[in-house]
């Protein structure tokens, strides 16, 4: 029976990590997008501070309303809250006896309090995620509890179970955004063409993207394949009682976020998503990689001559004959044939939508039964290991623990039901208790548990739809363009690296290009504040083509944009652009700042206010945070990653040499 400690503390340090990119991201943008020239101000959000706790609870949970008590205005709230956030990650990056329960709460509770007043620019499903995976570390960490002679221990027999927790989560998330992309029923999913739009198409593509997008089309189809073949067969895994299986999935999730990551920048949710793949892993695994000692397997039975061997035998054949099945399984599904022609792989999907249909509405049940399944053996593993604790008080102590937290996970478990079956398969969400779903009804507002499905449809299909804005001081011209920092718009220039920082407007911008302005009203915000010169929402951009002054007239215009080729021949071929563009249409009318009908949208949307707001006296505090504020600016998210990751990293080094020449 393998422990959780090293794993455990190995998830934590991620956990950390991922905390860190987030609240170090979005510092950099709050006054450009939350400030009170911002694009969407945050104290329009705020609720009002609350009469009691009950009152708190009631509405709107988020510290954001408590920021008036401490005479801070709201936008400097949120800088304070960021920080703390930046400070506590990474002290607990750099020092593991910090990584304990009542530093993963203040985490929560501070990213909780900022998702809650984000609005559209913090509301995307790996913000759901590190809500419910954050909720879930507060039950991992350990909580260092001191009374007089009594102290909590730093591991526990539970941390299996609340280790479980954890990939319960990583299942449903692998296995809905695999399953979604067949239910939506989008025709480059099935015609396993997904790739071929996916590198151009994706929000903001590193230039590796470029690159992966002149492979073959047998390749990119391929691909495809292997896509399904990890999100939705190969979670199935993760339960197994074979090592080797959990460890084969572990490398095969891992493969999967790290090419992601090579040509796409999806921000922290890869390292999020990395971080709950460890939990496929134990310690015999990780020391064996350390190289302290040799993974053991012959624990128990397995110890014993004959049947040892028999069982390790019986591992041995089991584990293989699942590998042979999954590759059988994805030859015979995916219809992959040898063309000797041209030595390519041909695939094409070899079933039907109906029989998919069948096959997850049998599917979707099976994973219920294996969780149940899966969570019941961790509980009584753990009860048995409390069991043979020495002492009675010890014994007492490891089992009440155990049983404890053995009713949390079943809650936990229960109530991710209701989003997991809801966003799958609805006759297993109608078949649930209704318990559940008043469970997590109380909860949803809290994103304890949430449903997801990552590209679910494939957009920019025939193009990529990308907004460029433009002013001018004629209607004659000329129009110059507003360069973004990150995403596409002049054509010469090569797709940057960002990740893990998330540069929340350029990627609202690519949501934006999808639909039109009036399913986007943000949108007609930024426009304005461009209009009117709002110095914090140009620091937002690239490139400010008028900084004297703003320009009298702006318009927004749809483009599609497509990869250069690398073959000569090709109509998009260039040794010098890595885009060219199409116009589509215009997006928007040409706007001037006193045009009347944006006014009174403004108006309503109270983005302009005829009374003045209330002024907070200056304090220490706020002092403090504005005087950070105007020395750290709204600098680049990457850079300002780079230097808390280079600055933590020189820390650990300097800390280890120290305690040699010790």
């Not at 929000?203 to 292997?226: D, M, N, R, S």
């Not at 063309?339 to 998919?356: P, V």
Request: charged share 15%; glycine share 6%.
């Amino acid at each position: 029976m393998s422990s959780y400690h090293l794993t455990r503390d190995l998830y934590l340090w991620a956990m950390s990590v991922v905390y860190l990119f987030a609240f170090a991201s979005l510092y950099v943008q709050i006054p450009g997008l939350y400030g009170e020239n911002g694009i969407l101000p945050v104290h329009l959000k705020v609720p009002k501070p609350p009469k009691d706790f009950n009152d708190f609870m009631q509405n709107h949970p988020t510290l954001m309303s408590l920021m008036p008590k401490l005479g801070l205005e709201p936008e400097t709230g949120m800088d304070l809250l960021c920080l703390i956030g930046i400070l506590f990650s990474f002290i607990m990056l750099i020092a593991k006896s910090f990584r304990e329960c009542v530093g993963f709460v203040i985490l929560w509770v501070l990213y909780f309090s900022l998702y809650q007043v984000g609005q559209t620019f913090l509301y995307f499903q790996w913000d759901s995620l590190i809500l419910e995976a954050g909720f879930l570390t507060i039950l991992i960490a350990p909580m260092n509890l001191k009374l007089g002679r009594f102290s909590c221990s730093y591991y526990h027999h539970h941390d299996s179970i609340t280790m479980w927790l954890v990939k319960w989560l990583l299942f449903r998330l692998m296995f809905a955004s695999g399953v979604v992309k067949l239910t939506s029923g989008c025709p480059t999913w099935w015609g396993l063409t997904a790739l071929l739009h996916h590198y151009e198409s994706q929000c903001i593509p590193t230039p590796l993207a470029w690159y992966a997008h002149q492979f073959p089309e047998w390749f990119q189809k391929l691909g495809v394949a292997i896509v399904f073949v990890i999100e939705i067969i190969v979670p199935f895994l993760f339960f197994v009682p074979f090592r080797s299986l959990r460890i084969f999935s572990f490398y095969a999730q891992m493969l999967l976020q790290v090419m992601i990551i090579l040509t796409g920048n999806y921000n922290f949710f890869n390292f999020l998503t990395m971080a709950l793949c460890i939990s496929l892993l134990d310690d015999d695994y990780l020391f064996s990689l350390k190289k302290r000692r040799k993974v053991t397997f012959r624990e128990g039975i397995d110890s014993i001559p004959v049947v040892g061997f028999l069982v390790r035998l019986f591992t041995k054949v089991t584990v293989l004959a699942v590998i042979i099945y999954i590759i059988y399984s994805t030859i015979k599904y995916f219809n992959l044939t040898l063309n000797k022609q041209n030595w390519q792989i041909e695939s094409k999907i070899g079933f039907t939508r109906k029989e998919f249909d069948n096959w997850l509405e049998k599917a979707v049940p099976v994973t219920i039964y294996v969780g149940i399944a899966s969570l019941g053996l961790e509980v009584l593993t753990a009860i048995y290991r409390s069991l043979r604790e020495r002492g009675l008080p010890k014994k007492f102590s490891a089992l009440l623990g155990t049983l404890l937290f053995s009713a949390l996970a079943g809650m936990m478990f229960g109530v991710s039901l209701v989003p997991y079956t809801s966003g799958l398969e609805v006759n297993a969400y109608r078949s649930l208790w209704p318990s559940l779903q008043t469970a997590f009804n109380k909860v949803d507002r809290l994103q304890l548990a949430s449903s997801y499905g990552l590209f679910r449809t494939m957009t920019g299909v025939g193009g990529r739809p990308e907004l460029v804005i433009e002013g001018s001081n004629s209607l004659q011209g000329p129009w110059h363009e507003y360069d973004f920092l990150y995403k596409p718009g002049n054509t010469s220039v090569m797709p940057p690296i960002v990740a893990p920082h998330q540069p929340r407007l350029d990627w609202q911008m690519w949501f934006a290009a999808l639909g039109n302005y009036q399913h986007n009203p943000w949108f007609i915000n930024l426009v304005y504040r461009l209009l009117t010169g709002q110095k914090e929402v140009i620091e937002l951009l690239e490139k400010n083509p008028f900084p004297n002054k703003p320009p009298i007239y702006m318009k927004a215009t749809l483009y599609k944009y497509h990869y250069t080729r690398y073959d000569r021949q090709h109509k998009w071929h260039s040794q010098v652009d890595w885009w060219v563009r199409e116009k589509e249409s215009d997006y928007i009318p040409i706007l001037t700042k006193d045009e009347p009908t944006m006014l009174q949208y403004l108006r309503h949307e109270k983005i302009i206010q005829d009374e003045p707001r209330r002024k907070f006296s200056a304090n220490l505090l706020s002092v403090g945070v504005k005087h950070i504020r105007s020395h750290v600016g709204q600098m680049d998210g990457f850079l300002f990653i780079g230097v808390l990751v280079i600055t933590s990293v020189l820390i650990t080094i300097l800390d280890r040499l120290s305690r040699g020449w010790r």
